[in-house]
């Protein structure tokens, strides 16, 4: 079994491969692309699509590595039945037609993940109606079923999606390296403020760690 160790705040991240899944969250052109639901809630959008290639040398040394691979995409049903009536009274703009098709909405052009980071046969691609990646999923079926024990994510927004998933995941027992270059938000105080909840007071949701100190472990 073959055992890595990443340098890492609050403390080095020790995992073992095959135990391990690499999580990739919502790269979506929804919220990496103009036009599509990030953007249509006011944001500069530059930040999150700034990550794309740092997340893309994460994903090549995963695969050359043959680590467990999920991709995550937030977007709700066609008929827009799974969207509650409180988050629908905040984002009024789900399922509205935007330059990529209806914003949110699985099946749209803009819903589903950008090419640079398109999955390959084999790896999983998980459709959340929520922020986290538990929620109203079988991630944890599938993470369990494989045996895996910890998760190293990168995706966006740092501060929502990633962070909830991360949570979630700290509560069901998986240990999280979160790589700070390889997620984004769309303000920097906000991405700033999510990398320290992560890792302060010993790591209480898990470790942070760049994709350089990850890559390098890696590419042994």
Known sequence: MSKYQVEAKPFTFDFELKKTALVIVDMQRDFCEFGGFGEALGNDITPTKSIIPTVRKILDAAREADMFIVHTREGHRPD???????????????????????????????????????????????????????????????????????????????????????????????????????????????QEAAIRMINQQNGIFGWTTTSDKLLKILKK
Request: with cysteine.
């Open 80 to 190: 827009m039945s799974d969207v509650p009536k409180a988050k629908m009274r905040r984002f009024n703009s789900i399922g509205e037609v935007g330059p990529m098709g209806r914003i949110l909405i699985r099946g749209e052009y803009g819903h589903d993940i950008v090419d640079e980071l398109k999955p390959l046969k084999g790896e999983v691609v998980l459709d959340k109606p929520g922020k986290g990646a538990f929620y109203q999923t079988d991630l944890h079926s599938i993470l369990q079923n494989k045996q895996i024990e910890s998760l190293i994510v990168c995706g966006v927004t740092t501060h929502v999606c990633v962070h909830t998933t991360i949570r979630e995941a700290n509560d069901r027992g998986y240990e999280c390296l979160m790589i700070e270059d390889g997620t984004a938000a769309f303000d920097p105080r906000d």
